[in-house]
C-alpha cells in the first residue's frame, strides 16, 4: 500500500435537490419565513427611534 492511499477516503457529495419542486408546504413556509423577517426588520427601526435614552447603560457616580 503507497502513501497515496492510506487514511480516509473523503465522503461523496450527495447529489442537489431540484429547487424548482416546491410544495404547498414549502411555499408556506417561506412566507411564514418572509412575514417573520419584516415583523423583525418593523421592531428594529420602532427600537432604535428612542435615540440615546436606550444606549445609556448604568452610570456610576463620581463618589466612592
Given at each position: 500500500?503507497?502513501?497515496r492511499e492510506g487514511g480516509k477516503k473523503k465522503?461523496?457529495?450527495a447529489p442537489k435537490?431540484?429547487?424548482g419542486e416546491l410544495d404547498e408546504e414549502d411555499m408556506a413556509f417561506k412566507q411564514k419565513q418572509k412575514e417573520q423577517q419584516k415583523a423583525l426588520e418593523a421592531a428594529k427601526q420602532k427600537a432604535t427611534k428612542g435615540g440615546p435614552l436606550l444606549?445609556?447603560?448604568?452610570k456610576k457616580s463620581?463618589?466612592?
Open positions: 500500500m503507497s502513501g465522503p461523496l457529495k435537490k431540484e429547487s444606549q445609556g447603560g448604568i463620581g463618589k466612592k
